[in-house]
């Protein structure tokens, strides 16, 4: 159990003459829930996407219980038990909200009833049961962003990837959010979390991991890391005079 | 999960799909639907005049639904089916003429070929968008009717080739035009029937994700280019199908006809969306409205010069784009969910 999951070493991703992720290593076990933090431009979002596959890493290796996926798309990535939100939502908007989860739920369950009660299934854990048959395009912002969890989950990952899934939601749902995303931990699921909220990430992380120009400079629970005098200077730049 | 509770568990105004229907009531539906068509066929089976054009409309509506596959559920414009129209229908004839093949059978070799060709010339245009994939699909068709000219051995070259009435069952070649009708609505009935299933399938919903948005299909485990690829052969398949029918039925087919924009690669595009692309019942509603309107103002204003009709067809398509941008059934759907609201007001 306590070998790890997701494992990243000296992950490098430039952009021409600009490396946006610099030499990053990072493990991540069964069962965690890690955050990933940084000001904005810090190469999160990068770091991101080269887990997702969405791009590919210039140097360095990510490995999913033990298997190198540096060169596996979205879609196999997907297939081996990683869901992802996007920071921006992706719903299918003509579809109904049943029918986006269903979507994911497809890629276990064949046949369309039983995708139907897996997706129903997902919408009343995430709270949106009651607008199943709304179409996406009508939905909420909030909505639409509990909606993209939902399609994520009914994948049945066993890595949750969220990119700022808190953005734009209020006090409230936030919350909503937060026990949901503690329940799902409850049985089992692992989760790394991209969040610039840190009131979120200390009452949800039990590791946090700090992103700055593209390099990790600390890494620890909530509690060291927000009275880091390094992150704190990183967030809040540096005291003059 | 029983799929009758899931369709009654949200009361609110704002369900305009509905939950998904269980296959009986699904099938009574359609059939009901098809049987509905059916009805200018025995009304007007004695007119020769119109029961050709009824043909014409059942064969254009499952033409349609089978571009519908890959255009409308898909998100693919292609401008390209002609290709495969013609492939099918000179397989067909060729088939026949040369070795006797009934055209029963003859027809599937053409949507083979098809199922095979389609995705393998599809696949490097797929990485293009929007309009600019529709106007590489619209390149082949012009290519191809190069080719088809220019292969005279295969196609008869400019003159065509043409299928000399030997009426008979195993033929495919009725002296009872009647008969060709009952095919052409058969065609629809099967197109239709395959676009039910799908969109009932994993595929069919693979589809619909990748034509939202391709990355969030990627992210659900979806190969974009598999699901574009499958739907393509499908599509294709059928097409070839369709243009198989249609060259037993007028008998003599040539390159300028097949790969006719207006009338054949274009045509399928038009239909669809004057019904509704990306439904079931779009493309069958715009053949019904489009054929028969295009064929009787020909008739009627063919005399008083060239391409009246036309002018007269482009303003109704004008109204529609103007008026109907979900096209028959959008607007359908748009007054039933009106008609909801105010019912539940």
């Known amino acids: 159990m306590s070998e790890p999951f997701l494992q990243v070493r000296g992950a490098v991703k430039r952009f021409g003459g600009l490396t946006a992720v610099n030499d990053v290593s990072f493990d991540v076990r069964r069962g965690e829930i890690v955050s990933i933090i940084g000001p904005n431009g810090a190469g999160k979002t990068t770091l991101f996407n080269l887990l997702t596959g969405q791009l590919k890493p210039t140097a360095g290796d990510v490995s999913l219980n033990g298997q190198v996926i540096n060169a596996l798309p ?162 809040l730049g540096r005291r003059r005079g | 999960m029983n799929s009758d509770d899931l369709a009654t568990a949200d009361p609110s105004p704002n369900r305009p799909a509905g939950g998904i229907l269980p296959w009986r009531r699904v099938a009574l539906l359609y059939a009901v639907g098809l049987l509905v068509t059916l009805v200018p066929l025995l009304l007007l089976s004695r007119n020769f005049f119109w029961l050709n054009i009824i043909t014409y409309t059942y064969l254009f509506a499952g033409l349609a639904v089978a571009w519908n596959i890959i255009a409308g559920f898909g998100g693919q414009f ?17 088939l026949f003429l040369d070795w006797e093949i009934s055209p029963w059978l003859g027809l599937l070799p053409g949507a083979i070929a098809c199922a095979v060709v389609g995705p393998l010339i599809f696949w490097p245009t797929f990485r293009l968008k929007g309009s600019f994939f529709a106007i590489a699909t619209l390149a082949f068709n012009e ?82 280019i598999q699901v574009k690829l499958r739907a393509t052969a499908l599509s294709a398949a059928l097409t070839a199908i369709g243009g198989g029918l249609f060259a037993m039925y007028i008998r003599t087919i040539d390159p300028l006809t097949l790969f006719s924009l207006p009338d054949i690669g274009v045509k399928f595009a038009l239909l669809s969306l004057i019904g509704g692309m990306g439904t079931i019942t779009g493309p069958v509603l715009g053949a019904f409205l489009i054929i028969p309107l295009e064929s009787y103002l020909r008739a009627v204003f063919g005399g008083s010069g060239p391409g009246v009709h036309l002018i007269l067809l482009g303003f109704v398509m004008l109204l529609a784009a103007l008026f109907m941008r979900r096209g028959v059934a959008g607007a359908i759907d748009s007054l039933r969910q009106h008609w909801r609201h105010r019912r539940s007001a």
Request: net charge positive; hydrophobic share 50%; aromatic share 6%.
């Open chain 1, 74 to 235: 979205p879609e196999r990535r997907a297939r081996l038990g990683l869901g992802r939100t996007f920071q921006i939502a992706k719903p299918l908007l003509t579809l109904t909200a049943l029918e986006n989860a269903m979507v994911g739920s497809f890629l276990h369950h064949s046949r369309l009833h039983d995708a139907e009660a897996k997706a129903h299934q997902m919408l009343i854990e995430v709270g949106l049961d009651r607008r199943a048959h709304v179409r996406a395009a009508q939905l909420t912002l909030s909505e639409r962003r509990r909606l993209e969890v939902a399609r994520a989950l009914a994948l049945e990952p066993s890595l949750m990837l969220l990119d700022e899934v808190m953005a734009g939601l209020n006090q409230s749902e936030v919350q909503d959010s937060i026990d949901l995303f503690r329940r799902l931990n409850g049985a089992g699921l692992t989760f790394l979390i991209i969040e610039h909220n840190l009131k979120v990430v200390r009452a949800f992380s039990e590791r946090v991991i700090v992103i700055d120009r593209g390099a990790k400079i600390a890494e620890g629970t909530a509690e060291q890391i927000l009275t880091n005098p390094e992150v704190v200077t990183a967030y």
């Open chain 2, 78 to 94: 292609s401008l390209g089916h002609g290709v495969f129209f013609a492939i099918g229908a000179y397989t067909t004839a060729r």
């Open chain 2, 143 to 224: 290519v191809a009717l190069v080719l088809a000219n220019y292969l005279e051995s295969v196609t008869g070259g400019p003159r065509g080739l043409q299928v000399p009435f030997r009426a008979a069952f195993k033929n495919m070649i009725f002296t009872d035009p009647r008969a060709y009708t009952v095919l052409m609505f058969v065609f629809m009935a099967i197109a239709v029937g395959i676009s039910i299933v799908l969109m009932r399938s994993r595929l069919g919903y693979y589809l619909l994700a990748v034509r939202e948005d391709e990355d969030a299909a990627r992210a659900a485990g979806i190969s974009v």
